[in-house]
């Protein structure tokens, strides 16, 4: 197993659609409120999910007596597959899966970093010092930086203009590099182990680039999200005013700035209103770890 599917198996919660059981209540109530809301808006009305996975939080089935199609939309087919299979055979035709990151970086691209960066320093041996090590694995990670979307017209093929009635994205902000991050982690500590007898790290200096990476390609997600919904918008972010936490907190002072935006006149027919309420995630209870979710619900009018 190669270091990127070690870090996604960590991913992986076998409890989680029980232990999200109200917070998948509370979600799904709130998405079903929308629908009644919005009934008058169009005759079919459809719904996106962003960073779908295996839909744990979201009831696909109680959706699809409001919506008349769904989709799926992450870069792991499996889960949404078992997402797909766990809905009756009546409705599955109702669902569409896209296979597709949101970021513009795929898992094979952070497998090439972590094979380039092991050959390196397996090549390179005993004779390797901290600074040219330091200085390779920043090289990587900046050619990983340039594969990021730049603008949101590349996340068309994902998310088309005015395509979606509802598109709802949770807790997807706060993990869009996070892949990325944990990999770096384990190949930073190994490797200082192993040659630098655990007395150095680059972390701080990675954790900066990564930073830079998300205040980059989080407005771009954001920007298309909004130009891909034809009614509503549900976002939510872990929330923790404290100890923020990357990715969530960035978008969720960008969607405040978005909104702040268009309160004033401005050129452009659309007007958008929004709500903001925390809703308790338990999310993983094993380990009592509970997330404080922003859930900001966004409607679009014209």
């Known amino acids: 197993m190669n270091i990127y599917e070690q870090v996604k198996s960590k991913f992986i919660l076998p409890n989680a659609f029980e232990d999200w059981r109200s917070y998948r209540t509370q979600i799904t109530e709130r998405i079903l409120s929308i629908a009644l809301h919005d009934l008058h808006m169009s005759?079919?009305?459809?719904?996106?999910?962003?960073?779908?996975?295996?839909?744990?939080?979201?009831?696909?089935?109680?959706?699809?007596?409001?919506?008349?199609?769904?989709?799926?939309?992450?870069?792991?087919?499996?889960?949404?597959?078992?997402?797909?299979?766990?809905?009756?055979?009546?409705?599955?035709?109702?669902?569409?899966?896209?296979?597709?990151?949101?970021?513009?970086?795929?898992?094979?691209?952070?497998?090439?970093?972590?094979?380039?960066?092991?050959?390196?320093?397996?090549?390179?041996?005993?004779?390797?010092?901290?600074?040219?090590?330091?200085?390779?694995?920043?090289?990587?990670?900046?050619?990983?930086?340039?594969?990021?979307y730049t603008n949101p017209e590349q996340l068309h093929s994902i998310l088309p203009p005015k395509s979606y009635n509802l598109i709802v994205c949770l807790g997807v902000h706060s993990q869009l590099l996070s892949g990325l991050s944990y990999c770096l982690e384990i190949l930073d500590y190994n490797i200082s182990q192993q040659l630098y007898q655990g007395t150095y790290s680059g972390m701080d200096i990675y954790h900066r680039i990564l930073t830079d990476?998300?205040?980059?390609?989080?407005?771009?997600?954001?920007?298309?999200?909004?130009?891909?919904?034809?009614?509503?918008?549900?976002?939510?972010?872990?929330?923790?005013?404290?100890?923020?936490?990357?990715?969530?907190?960035?978008?969720?002072?960008?969607?405040?700035?978005?909104?702040?935006?268009?309160?004033?006149?401005?050129?452009?027919?659309?007007?958008?209103?929004?709500?903001?309420?925390?809703?308790?995630?338990?999310?993983?209870?094993v380990n009592h770890i509970t997330y404080d979710m922003l859930i900001q619900t966004i409607s679009v009018t014209v």
């Open 43 to 148: 005759e079919h009305k459809t719904m996106a999910i962003l960073g779908a996975g295996q839909c744990n939080d979201i009831n696909l089935t109680e959706c699809l007596n409001y919506y008349d199609y769904i989709t799926l939309i992450d870069e792991d087919s499996a889960a949404m597959e078992e997402a797909f299979q766990n809905i009756s055979q009546e409705l599955q035709n109702r669902i569409i899966i896209k296979h597709a990151t949101l970021d513009g970086i795929i898992s094979n691209d952070i497998e090439s970093m972590c094979q380039n960066i092991l050959e390196y320093v397996k090549k390179r041996g005993l004779f390797l010092s901290k600074e040219e090590y330091l200085t390779y694995v920043t090289e990587q990670l900046m050619i990983i930086k340039s594969l990021l």
């Open 213 to 285: 990476m998300l205040n980059s390609i989080i407005p771009i997600l954001n920007q298309s999200i909004f130009d891909s919904s034809k009614g509503s918008i549900m976002i939510g972010c872990e929330y923790d005013d404290k100890h923020p936490i990357a990715g969530a907190y960035t978008s969720i002072l960008d969607i405040r700035d978005r909104i702040h935006d268009h309160a004033a006149p401005a050129n452009t027919n659309e007007q958008y209103n929004m709500t903001e309420e925390h809703l308790l995630w338990n999310f993983h209870s």
